[in-house]
T-cell receptor, first 112, second 113 residues
Framework: KQEVTQIPAALSVPEGENLVLNCSFT??????LQWFRQDPGKGLTSLLL?????REQTSGRLNASLDKSSGRSTLYIAASQPGDSATYLC???????????FGAGTTVTVRA | NAGVMQNPRHLVRRRGQEARLRCSPM?????VYWYRQLPEEGLKFMVY????????ESGMPKERFSAEFPKEGPSILRIQQVVRGDSAAYFC???????????FGPGTRLTVT
């Protein structure tokens, strides 16, 4: 069974500071890892998908790294803005499976 | 290309009634997944379907819940005789080939009174 843990559960930073969100998973035999953003009362927006063969993936101010051997991924958000305030979820498929196992999320507040 | 569509966005049912949640996958996607997000909990997998086939329903409660994805039309998640504990956000996702990126819909928020 794949267990996904996200630390910290909540984070509050002033605008302009860089954000570091951590995700750990128990079964390292994964095919990929996805980072999502969820706004209150809304759906999930896919931010980044990292394939198991990749070490990192970048999109704009977002950079996600993947270390399969240690079962960890980190999402970096550079120069945070108030619009980055949301809950960020990490999701990993079960080994050789399609079901996504989600972490509980990190709720980010960026203060203006 | 429209994203994953779900309707209704909000649904209120009284205890004992039936709830029907609809999901239209992205164009070209033939794989549909349903997840449930209970209050103060993370998203949990419920069921995985392809056209006219239930592939994996291991996350679905054994009673009162059923899902289908017919040859024509949207995927339906059906909850019979709803109880207060069914109040949650239900998300649908779709993907093209097996194990590729999943795209999520906006969710249906079910409230049971």
């Amino acid at each position: 069974k794949q267990e996904v843990t996200q630390i910290p559960a909540a984070l509050s930073v002033p605008e302009g500071e860089n954000l570091v969100l951590n995700c750990s998973f128990t079964d390292s035999a994964i095919y990929n890892l996805q980072w999502f953003r969820q706004d209150p009362g809304k759906g999930l927006t896919s931010l980044l998908l990292i394939q198991s063969s990749q070490r990192e993936q970048t999109s704009g101010r977002l950079n996600a790294s993947l270390d399969k051997s240690s079962g960890r991924s980190t999402l970096y958000i550079a120069a945070s803005q108030p619009g980055d305030s949301a809950t960020y979820l990490c999701a990993v498929p079960f080994s050789n499976d399609y079901k996504l196992s989600f972490g509980a999320g990190t709720t980010v507040t960026v203060r203006a | 290309n429209a994203g994953v569509m779900q309707n209704p966005r909000h649904l209120v049912r009284r205890r004992g009634q039936e709830a029907r949640l609809r999901c239209s996958p992205m164009k070209g996607h033939s794989h549909v997944y349903w997840y449930r997000q209970l209050p103060e909990e993370g998203l949990k997998f419920m069921v995985y379907l392809q056209k006219e086939n239930i592939i994996d329903e291991s996350g679905m409660p054994k009673e009162r819940f059923s899902a289908e994805f017919p040859k024509e039309g949207p995927s339906i998640l059906r909850i019979q005789q709803v109880v207060r504990g069914d109040s949650a956000a239900y998300f649908c996702a779709s993907s093209p080939p097996f194990l590729e990126e999943q795209y999520f819909g906006p969710g249906t928020r079910l409230t049971v009174t």
